[in-house]
């Protein structure tokens, strides 16, 4: 966590194309953009952090052109609808400056791309309940694998679709790592407990890692777990998908265990392995437990109770 704590505040933790601290205030200036009533000024608390970030992550050139075209998106439309206080005309003058050249964009430059929009221009979506609830049916963990290569074109697509994952301020502190090298994958899932007796026909693995340095404060050390297990969940579905079967293993907090495997991945100390997923193609002729699953009945209770 302090190793995270020191990378947070260099900024560096996400190899140079990405800044948690812009993520989140960007995210917070979204949400003031869409708030009801929308407040003549808002934001004024964390603006000038937010428009040096921004410069800072634009100098490095090695930052993210999306992530850049998001924030500067946002923060054009920002600039636009706020009223004037001392410390928002500042924050204007040092980004138009410092990050935009030395005017504000004429009307027709502005990038409008990934401001927000209103919730009537969401993408719409074909799939039912129904569809949806067969490739949840569908996805069974799936021990057993044929001897086929699995493309790391694939996967990426399976992660591109984990990417859309809900995240704590939009923040997603995680990565994956991919090993479509079959030895190379019995050799990472062998560090884990749970893979004995069929982790040597894995034919890939992706290791999901959390990254401490999205955070200033240890209280939001757990966010890592839930936001890089959302999103594994959906990288679980979409390979489903994609024709692929997936099986989740478990990352215990066993010194041994994490020094194997950090030594193999070569990880700093300000990541932590949230979990493995075998991937592959199932197969078809090998068992799948029934896993039998709890209904609403007994997941649900009703507050006030009824
Ligand atoms: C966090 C987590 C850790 C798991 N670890 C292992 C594991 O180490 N070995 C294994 O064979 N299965 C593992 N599983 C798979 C579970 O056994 C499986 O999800 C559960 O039995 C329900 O079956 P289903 O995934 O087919 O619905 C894990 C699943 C989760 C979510």
């Given at each position: 966590?302090?190793?995270?704590?020191?990378?947070?505040?260099?900024?560096?933790?996400?190899?140079?194309r990405?800044s948690?601290?812009?993520?989140?205030?960007?995210?917070r200036?979204?949400?003031?953009?869409?708030?009801?009533?929308?407040?003549?000024v808002?934001?004024?608390?964390?603006?000038?952090e937010?428009?040096?970030?921004f410069?800072?992550?634009r100098?490095?050139?090695?930052?993210?052109?999306?992530?850049?075209t998001?924030?500067?998106?946002v923060l054009?439309?920002?600039?636009?609808?706020?009223?004037?206080?001392?410390v928002?005309?500042?924050?204007?003058?040092?980004?138009?400056?410092?990050?935009?050249?030395d005017?504000?964009?004429?009307?027709?430059?502005?990038r409008?791309?990934?401001?927000?929009?209103p919730?009537?221009?969401s993408?719409a979506?074909?799939?039912?309940?129904?569809?949806l609830?067969?490739?949840f049916?569908?996805?069974?963990?799936?021990r057993?694998?044929?001897?086929k290569?699995?493309?790391?074109?694939?996967l990426?697509?399976?992660?591109?679709?984990?990417?859309?994952?809900?995240?704590?301020?939009n923040?997603?502190?995680?990565?994956?790592?991919?090993?479509?090298?079959?030895?190379?994958a019995?050799?990472?899932?062998?560090?884990?407990?749970?893979?004995?007796?069929?982790?040597?026909?894995?034919?890939a693995?992706?290791?999901?890692v959390?990254?401490?340095?999205a955070?200033?404060?240890e209280r939001?050390?757990?966010?890592?777990?839930?936001?890089?297990?959302?999103?594994?969940?959906?990288?679980?579905?979409?390979?489903?998908?994609?024709?692929l079967?997936?099986?989740?293993?478990n990352?215990?907090?066993?010194?041994?265990?994490?020094?194997?495997?950090?030594?193999?991945?070569?990880?700093p100390?300000?990541?932590?392995?949230?979990?493995?997923?075998?991937?592959?193609?199932?197969d078809p002729?090998?068992?799948?437990?029934y896993?039998?699953?709890k209904?609403?009945?007994?997941?649900?209770?009703?507050?006030p109770?009824?």
């Amino acid at each position: 966590m302090l190793e995270g704590r020191i990378r947070y505040y260099e900024n560096s933790g996400h190899g140079g194309r990405s800044s948690p601290l812009l993520r989140r205030n960007t995210h917070r200036v979204e949400k003031g953009l869409i708030m009801k009533p929308r407040r003549p000024v808002f934001a004024e608390g964390f603006i000038l952090e937010t428009v040096h970030a921004f410069n800072r992550a634009r100098s490095t050139g090695t930052h993210s052109d999306e992530e850049l075209t998001w924030a500067g998106d946002v923060l054009d439309e920002y600039f636009e609808v706020v009223s004037d206080t001392p410390v928002i005309r500042q924050a204007r003058n040092v980004y138009y400056t410092g990050a935009r050249g030395d005017a504000v964009p004429a009307e027709g430059e502005r990038r409008t791309k990934s401001k927000p929009y209103p919730r009537s221009e969401s993408p719409a979506s074909a799939i039912s309940f129904e569809d949806l609830f067969g490739l949840f049916v569908r996805r069974r963990s799936v021990r057993w694998y044929l001897d086929k290569t699995v493309s790391a074109e694939l996967l990426r697509s399976a992660v591109d679709a984990a990417a859309q994952a809900p995240s704590a301020c939009n923040r997603q502190p995680f990565r994956f790592i991919v090993t479509t090298e079959p030895a190379s994958a019995s050799r990472i899932a062998q560090c884990a407990g749970g893979t004995a007796g069929f982790s040597h026909q894995f034919p890939a693995i992706v290791v999901v890692v959390g990254n401490l340095s999205a955070y200033p404060l240890e209280r939001d050390r757990h966010l890592i777990y839930i936001d890089a297990a959302l999103a594994s969940m959906q990288l679980m579905l979409a390979a489903e998908t994609l024709g692929l079967a997936t099986c989740p293993i478990n990352w215990p907090d066993v010194d041994e265990a994490e020094k194997r495997i950090r030594k193999i991945l070569k990880l700093p100390l300000h990541e932590r392995v949230i979990m493995l997923i075998a991937i592959g193609y199932g197969d078809p002729a090998s068992g799948v437990p029934y896993s039998q699953k709890k209904r609403s009945d007994m997941l649900v209770d009703e507050f006030p109770p009824k």
